[in-house]
């Protein structure tokens, strides 16, 4: 069985109070998700010195929230996990919690926030737990309600565990849908260890994306970084659909190139045989 | 939970509502946590609450007195206004109690100070969507003929 925890249960039972417990003992997780929250706050682009009120998505036992209380901001957080919730109820947290499933859409009224963060939660959206769970629709109505929620000029970064290329591309493209501008940024990308992924979606007009870290020039950051529709047009323009006649003549092109015996073009190539065959 | 979050929730993600705001509060405990005070904070998310449906929900549990129905911006220099707010908005909390849907009446129950906006399948308003869309496709284009 893979080690991912999104295999194993939905959200709401593979965080019982066994597991909510482990992020309040263990020093390692919680110095890593201070160390992705810190990033991500950095990522956001906040005004220098001023508080704001932002949004926490899966804010579990409140790691996160500890550390947007340190850099002086207020948050609310949602979750779908009570035993996590619990747990944040004993760390005395200042910010203020809801119980509530992101893939049903985020439960605030438009505009109300200055930013949002999330910590490994939006991976949990690509499964499908229940029969009437539908990722992507999960995604889209998550990404447009939370898009309504944000002020303008307002950013949302997400830190996430993408399990293939496919996922990272579904997620970026139904931000784009629900009217998000923005890409993945991806810290460390040669280190296995190290490299993390953090989709960073901005409301308010397009803007560069930030540099990701552990890269040595900025022409290579920008490799990194993907967009969704460059990817996607990038896709049209590669080989000709299979079983094509373009594909086929092509074929045929390179068989000859390859000096591979090869019978002539002619107006009968790739067509359809008639029925009477 | 506190009056800031109660001023921003909604309960726009349930089937056949709207706005689905402001709820209503119904609370059997209320608490009071002390908060460190941030002027500028208060200064800046003043601007963002709808202050009616603040004050209406502080006055629904009885912490009203002393806010003015109306804010108006040359209070904005005002300590003691500042503090007032700070204490209403962020130091009082709902412990236990619920919140009911305005437009449906359906109930959110607050345990333990967090407010359970969990929605069941069928009162998901996205859930509908999907099953009209399904709907519409059999009675629209199932019925037609195959055209190739």
């Not at chain 1, 039972?13 to 482990?22: I, S, T, V």
């Not at chain 1, 682009?45 to 036992?61: A, F, K, V, W």
């Not at chain 1, 760390?91 to 859409?105: K, P, S, T, W, Y």
């Not at chain 2, 904070?41 to 003043?46: A, D, L, P, Q, T």
Request: aromatic residues 8%; neutral net charge.
């Amino acid at each position: 069985m893979s080690k991912r925890p999104e295999h194993q249960a939905p959200p709401e039972l593979f965080y019982n109070e066994e597991e909510a417990r482990k992020y309040t003992q263990n020093s390692r997780i919680i110095d890593i998700q201070a160390q992705m929250t810190e990033r991500c706050i950095e990522l956001l682009l906040l005004p220098e010195e001023t508080s704001c009120l932002l949004l926490d998505i899966g804010c579990g036992s409140g790691l996160s929230g500890a550390v947007l209380e340190e850099n002086g901001h207020m948050w609310m957080g949602i979750d779908i996990s009570e035993a996590m919730l619990d747990v944040a109820l004993e760390r005395e947290i200042e910010g203020d919690l809801v119980l509530a499933d992101m893939g049903q859409g985020v439960p605030f009224r438009a505009g109300s926030f200055d930013g949002a963060v999330s910590v490994s939660a939006v991976q949990w959206l690509f499964n499908a737990d229940k029969k009437s769970h539908k990722p992507v629709k999960r995604l889209y109505q998550f990404f447009s309600s939370l898009y309504a929620s944000l002020s303008r000029s307002a950013r949302a970064v997400f830190q996430f565990y993408p399990e293939n290329e496919s996922q990272m591309e579904l997620l970026t493209s139904q931000a784009m849908k629900a009217g998000f501008y923005g890409g993945v940024v991806i810290d460390y990308p040669n280190s296995a260890k190290a490299k993390k992924f953090f989709l960073v979606l901005m409301t308010g007009g397009s803007a560069p994306l930030p540099k990701a870290l552990g890269t040595e020039s900025g022409e290579e950051s920008n490799l990194q970084v993907m967009y969704a529709r460059r990817e996607a047009s990038k896709r049209a323009r590669g080989k000709p659909l299979k079983n094509t006649k373009a594909w086929l003549l092509e074929k045929k092109e390179r068989r000859r190139k390859q000096g591979k015996e090869t019978r002539p073009d002619t107006k009968y190539t790739g067509r359809k045989r008639s029925g009477r065959f | 939970m506190k009056l800031i979050t109660h001023n921003m929730l909604t309960s726009k993600c349930l089937k056949g509502v709207v706005t689905g705001y402001p709820l209503a509060i119904s609370a059997t405990n209320i608490k009071v946590t002390e908060v460190d005070f941030n002027p500028d904070f208060i200064v800046r998310i003043i601007p963002k609450i709808d202050w009616e449906v603040f004050w209406k929900a502080a006055d629904s549990i009885g912490h009203s007195d002393g806010l003015p129905q109306t804010v108006e911006s040359k209070l904005h220099d005002n300590n003691d206004f500042l503090k007032k707010v700070h204490r209403v908005l962020l130091e009082v909390e709902i412990d236990e109690g619920h919140l009911t849907c305005p437009e449906s009446g359906r109930q959110f129950p607050i345990t333990k100070g967090i407010p359970n906006m969990l929605l069941t399948e069928a009162e998901n308003k996205f859930a509908m969507l999907l099953k009209s869309a399904n709907d519409l496709y059999h009675e629209v284009f199932a019925p037609m003929p195959r055209q190739i």
